[in-house]
T-cell receptor
């Protein structure tokens, strides 16, 4: 069965550094999402992306964050200048149609980001 | 703002027994959807079951069923004939119709004892 994959599984970075988290969504999916989970807290929505544009974003997704689909397969989340509070598990998800109400969102295994 | 609350951080059940995981939510919307996701250790989150708010009938998927009480804003998950493979973190989630944003609860860690 097709799966969403994410690389790396664990990323350690210094505060102030830029990081790029990578995701390969399921190949025929058109909608892409990023969520994060700070340790001990809820999984939180960051952003959704369709047709090369952000379609919805949360208040967490400020100017330090950006998303991109640089080619036909990858979907990336960039954090421009990492802060300690960016340490979290970041989950990518994809779906064929818009929103979990119309279609299942398939999640990747996550990238654990540790900011020192 | 919509919120989802899972009041049981951990639950345990004996193999072959039945367990119910609780979830409550808060919303002023009339068009919304509710979900239970399962995350086994070191594995992806996968959808277990979904419920459309406009449907009165409780959703069922094999051994998994929900008790959807719309007026009480309650959405519990019942797992019958629990199996060792059911051990996982279970997340309750909500989405407003037309939105793309899932709102999650904190999760319930389910242990299945042999």
């Amino acid at each position: 069965e097709p799966e969403v994959t994410q690389t790396p599984s664990h990323q350690v970075t210094q505060m102030g550094q830029e990081v790029i988290l990578r995701c390969v969504p399921i190949s025929n999916h058109l909608y892409f999402y990023w969520y994060r989970q700070i340790l001990g807290q809820k999984v939180e929505f960051l952003v959704s992306f369709y047709n090369n544009e952000i379609s919805e974003k949360s208040e967490i997704f400020d100017d330090q964050f950006s998303v991109e689909r640089p080619d036909g397969s990858n979907f990336t989340l960039k954090i421009r200048s990492t802060k300690l509070e960016d340490s979290a598990m970041y989950f990518c998800a994809s779906s064929e149609r818009r929103g979990a109400s119309t279609d299942t969102q398939y999640f990747g295994p996550g990238t654990r980001l540790t900011v020192l | 703002a919509q919120t989802v609350t899972q009041s049981q951080p951990e639950m345990s059940v004996q193999e072959a027994e039945t367990v119910t995981l609780s979830c409550t939510y808060d919303t002023s919307e009339s068009d919304y959807y509710l979900f239970w996701y399962k995350q086994p250790p070191s594995r992806q989150m996968i959808l277990v079951i979904r419920q459309e708010a406009y449907k009165q009938q409780n959703a069922t998927e094999n051994r998994f069923s929900v008790n959807f009480q719309k007026a009480a804003k309650s959405f519990s998950l019942k797992i019958s004939d629990s199996q060792l493979g059911d051990a996982a973190m279970y997340f309750c989630a909500y989405e407003t119709g037309g939105s793309e944003k899932l709102v999650f609860g904190k999760g319930t860690k389910l242990t299945v004892n042999p």
